[in-house]
């Protein structure tokens, strides 16, 4: 079991940034792939960005490449997201997520096991 509580989210001006963290606790964080998703309101659940386990490989939906960067500290147990340049469309809530099949992760929900329980990013124009 994995327990992941993200925070850093809150209300910005459109072009301003923030950095969003993903503690884990329990199994050890290095064994897991991790992904952010969001998730507007009236929509699902959509990758955002992942990361390896060793986090030596990341990959980042096309919306946001150049603007987010994802990231992880495997001694801290913490994984990372920051966002620049930030957009009204931007807006949701942010989820962190593990999970354990293969090394890299995908940009499928269903491809994670644990998931944390979300931060706020509300932008405003």
């Known amino acids: 079991q994995v327990q992941l509580v993200e925070s850093g989210g809150g209300l910005v001006q459109a072009g301003g940034s923030l950095r969003l963290s993903c503690a884990a606790s329990?199994?050890?964080?290095?064994?897991?792939?991790m992904g952010w998703f969001r998730q507007a309101p009236g929509k699902e659940r959509e990758f955002r960005a992942r990361?390896?386990?060793?986090?030596?490989?990341?990959y980042y939906a096309d919306s946001v490449k150049g603007r987010f960067t994802i990231s992880r500290d495997n001694a801290k147990n913490t994984g990372y997201l920051q966002i620049n340049s930030l957009k009204p469309e931007d807006t949701g809530v942010y989820y962190c997520?593990?999970?354990?099949?293969?090394?890299?992760?995908?940009?499928?929900?269903?491809?994670?096991?644990?998931w944390g329980q979300g931060t706020q990013v509300t932008v405003s124009s």
């Open positions: 329990g199994r050890t964080f290095s064994s897991y792939y």
């Open positions: 997520a593990v999970g354990s099949r293969g090394s890299y992760g995908s940009g499928w929900p269903s491809d994670y096991d644990y």
């Open positions: 990361i390896s386990r060793t986090g030596g490989s990341t």
